[in-house]
């Protein structure tokens, strides 16, 4: 009886989680942006490459792990006051850490502002602070999605996930852009002029957006609505992992089915909505979680099922330290290519991210293997940090 009552702890959970991170790390530093294989950069606007999955994956074990840890603390007979509080308490040091660094090193280096007073820099770089970002997407997705699935019935929580993806679409494609007049669906190839990015710009105002695009922010606040989507089937998901009355191979070919349908559903919704990372649009949240299911069906299969574990450590020590590593890695990236510069002749200066890939990779491999050989160095760096971390009982948890 202690046996069957005992809460089962999958290694495959850790592991799919483990390699999203990794993955993440990987496609967010490569050697050089001008040099990177097609499929570790995004989709250029519609569709999507193995990259774009990477973040909707990651809100889908969020999900998943949400729903385990919940039952986990109610069976342990905790208040449900106290899961409240830990709900709120989560979500918003989420978006405070990934705020924070949005806003590091909290001055504008040079070479900006030539001639310009540290005082001066300070004040820039808050008239210029990104708001919204990853980790503020992933702790609003979370708070909002743990809320809404805290009290609810698995029906009410299937109709909440319906009004978010045909609401969306709806406000996308169906109302008027106030500045233009012109119903979002015949601009959906025109980021600046969807609702989206009216809402953008008016509240949070173009300073405060994503630099790379000015206009618009792809972690915007209209776009992360869908995203709580994507959390909240990431629920449904562990609600059915944690079913230990059926056995685990049949849980798998249930999740492994139910997640090619999801495929199919959003693929059939691509053709009036198209898959777009971006905008994360409905048609998007359905595909990517249908496919999260898939994959991770597949990581149980072989890890849980099969038992071929060899392979795992590495992801699993990312697994484990998720918020260490996209923090740190983060902060890292951060220092080497803005503030640590290296003086390569007189009046010449390189950040070290690239004295250190121009010296260490590019000069004797071609464009696209250096620039990949750096961005896995970059993940092997951070899973021998990581793993002397593990080794030391250290886990960055909120």
């Given amino acids: 009886m202690a046996a069957a009552t005992r809460p089962e702890r999958l290694l495959a959970l850790d592991v799919f989680r483990g390699m999203t991170v990794a993955g993440m790390l990987l496609v967010n530093n490569p050697g050089t942006w001008s040099a990177i294989y097609p499929p570790l950069a995004h989709a250029a606007w519609h569709g999507w490459t193995p990259t774009d999955l990477i973040f909707p994956f990651f809100l889908f074990i969020v999900g ?15 208040d449900e006051a106290a899961i409240l509080r830990q709900i709120v308490k989560r979500g918003a040091l989420i978006f405070l850490f ?58 009410q929580q299937a109709v909440i996930v319906a009004v978010l993806l045909f609401g969306y679409w709806a406000l996308q494609t169906l109302v008027p852009v106030p500045d233009t007049g012109v119903p979002g669906r015949f601009v959906l190839d025109k980021p600046d002029q969807l609702l989206s990015a009216w809402l953008d710009r008016t509240i949070l105002g173009t300073n405060h957006l994503w630099s790379g695009s000015k206009t618009w922010d792809p972690e915007g606040l209209l776009t992360t609505m869908p995203a ?24 798998l070919a249930a999740l492994f089915a139910a997640g090619a349908i999801a495929m ?79 003086e390569t002749a007189p009046g010449t200066r390189i950040s070290a991210q690239a004295f250190v890939f121009k010296t260490w990779y590019a000069s004797w491999l071609p464009p696209r293997e250096a620039s990949f050989a750096y961005a896995v160095s970059f993940v092997l760096l951070w899973w021998v940090i990581l793993r002397a971390a593990r080794a030391r009982g250290f886990v960055l948890k909120v």
């Fill in 228 to 251: 709580i989507g994507t959390m909240m089937l990431g629920t449904f998901a562990g609600r059915w992992i944690a079913r230990q009355d059926r056995a685990l191979t049949d849980r």
């Fill in 264 to 342: 199919m559903l959003g693929l059939m919704w691509h053709w009036v909505f198209p898959i777009n990372k971006s905008l994360w649009t409905s048609s998007y949240v359905v595909f990517t979680a249908g496919m999260a299911a898939v994959s991770l069906a597949t990581c149980m299969w072989v890890i849980d099922v099969m038992g071929v574990q060899r392979w795992t450590t590495p992801f699993v020590d990312y697994g484990m330290n998720p918020m260490l590593a996209f923090l740190g890695s983060g902060l890292m990236a951060r220092c080497i290519a803005s503030l640590w510069t290296w």
């Fill in 64 to 78: 998943i792990t949400t729903e385990l840890s919940l039952q986990t603390r109610r069976a342990r007979g905790a």
């Fill in 98 to 155: 990934g705020f924070l660094l949005s806003g590091f090193p909290f001055f504008t280096w040079p070479p900006n502002l030539p001639g310009a007073s540290f005082g001066e820099r300070i004040v820039d770089r808050l008239e210029h602070w990104r708001v919204l970002g990853v980790l503020q997407r992933i702790g609003i997705a979370y708070l909002c999605g743990a809320l809404l699935t805290w009290r609810t019935s698995a029906k």
